[in-house]
């Protein structure tokens, strides 16, 4: 006897969630408290999946552009060639090239715009930054030496109404003294590129040769330092800081976090919020479970004393309704989970698809023109295990209502 009982609670509570109950209403709330819990999940997993794909091309287009490191000396640096093998020596660095940044203005046919002007070495700025994934005219191997060639951002090239061949005056603040009195730098270059990357830089910088910008900072044949890319963009912090105290202090190193580092740590703060929000809707679906389980102890009734005569403790009738409620779980996380997986996986698709339907563009707003998802692995185990725990915790109160029904008094009115 004791060993037919071991199975009980389980068996019982497949039977009462197979079966359709004598009361309707009990079987439709039971179905909608599946669908919600379904629901929920695969908002939740699709969002947060959404939220990832802008958080990378957060990283890959506004850090692609931005320095990871960078190491500058308190002198122009004659030789950075030098500089950058002592920083190739870390694991975590993958490639350093020369730059020269100065600030100033861009000029051309009345219009003016500020830039942020940086000077590079073409061949050596490829292997740190994206910049030639995104030429959109021109080349960026057009900054020869000497030439006096610019390539600008997409946003940039629009408000100064400038395009390939023309040319542009770059204006710098620093003064200089002239037969004609204090006058700014100024220097003609001609516009060989155009780049896009459908982020804030497209409107802010420029990029000209290494030795151009070494000429009108009046320091030929030298670089203000060196960029650095790194394995991983999270290490730049420490990565700075061991140079440092390598090259001792005539050096100073700047990293992304810094600049950019408060843009990722509202975009981690949106994403957890978004989590516990979100989460709410899975917990409406757990309400639902309590009150279908509730009811449905109240037509049992009958059934729970029976089971009592018979020999069952209270604690077989509480896992026999938690077996119940908890399986409807299950069932509701398992449908949304395949169904929030799918959607993640396929939400880009099926934006582009509504777009060429509709003619409506809905993101040449943002730097993306498209809808980008990143399906992470972790985020579906927590937000399954969210799901489990709110449904199994949402069985506690109703078995234990079951568990405290008296025989005596349910047979009563049978």
Do not use: C
């Amino acid at each position: 006897m004791r060993a037919m009982l071991k199975p009980f609670s389980l068996y019982v509570g497949l039977r009462y969630t197979g079966a359709r109950a004598r009361n309707g209403f009990i079987s439709v709330i039971t179905l909608i408290s599946a669908l919600g819990l379904m629901l929920g999940v695969a908002v939740l997993i699709t969002v947060l999946s959404v939220m990832n794909g802008f958080d990378r091309e957060l990283q890959t287009r506004i850090l692609g552009m931005v320095t990871h490191v960078s190491v500058t000396g308190r002198e122009p640096v004659a030789d950075w060639e030098s500089l950058a093998a002592v920083a190739n020596r870390h694991d975590e660095v993958l490639a350093a090239a020369p730059f020269r940044q100065m600030e100033g203005m861009l000029s051309h046919q009345g219009q003016v715009a500020g830039v942020i002007a940086t000077g590079i070495l073409p061949e050596a700025e490829r292997q740190v930054s994206i910049i030639g994934d995104f030429i959109d005219s021109g080349d960026l191997d057009s900054l020869q030496s000497g030439e006096f060639n610019v390539v600008i951002g997409y946003g940039l090239a629009r408000r100064l109404n400038a395009a390939l061949g023309d040319k542009v005056t770059l204006v710098l603040p620093e003064a200089t003294l002239s037969p004609a009195g204090v006058m700014p730098r100024f220097r003609r270059f001609t516009v060989t590129g155009i780049f896009r990357v459908r982020a804030e830089v497209d409107g802010m910088l420029a990029y000209i040769h290494v030795d151009d910008a070494a000429r009108l900072a009046r320091a030929p044949g030298t670089a203000e330092g060196i960029r650095l890319r790194l394995k991983d963009l999270f290490e730049a912090p420490y990565i700075g800081w061991q140079l440092e105290r390598e090259l001792g202090p005539d050096y100073h190193s700047s990293d992304w976090t810094r600049s950019h580092g408060s843009l990722f740590q509202a975009i981690r703060m949106e994403k957890t919020m978004m989590t516990l929000l979100l989460s709410f809707i899975v917990a409406v679906a757990a309400f639902n479970i309590i009150s279908s389980q509730v009811m449905l102890v109240t037509e049992k009734r009958g059934n729970i004393a029976v089971m009592r005569t018979l020999g069952a403790t209270p604690g077989m009738i509480m896992r026999v309704f938690m077996v119940q409620g908890t399986l409807i779980g299950f069932a509701g996380t398992a449908a949304g989970t395949a169904l929030g997986v799918l959607l993640s996986t396929n939400i880009s698709a099926i934006a582009r698809w509504l777009e060429d339907t509709f003619n409506a563009q809905m993101f040449d707003a943002y730097f993306v023109n498209y809808l980008p998802s990143e399906l992470q692995w972790g985020d579906v185990t927590t937000i399954v295990s969210i799901a489990l725990a709110i449904s199994f915790s949402a069985t506690l109160y109703p078995s234990w209502r079951a568990s405290r029904v008296l025989p005596a008094e349910a047979l009563r009115y049978e």
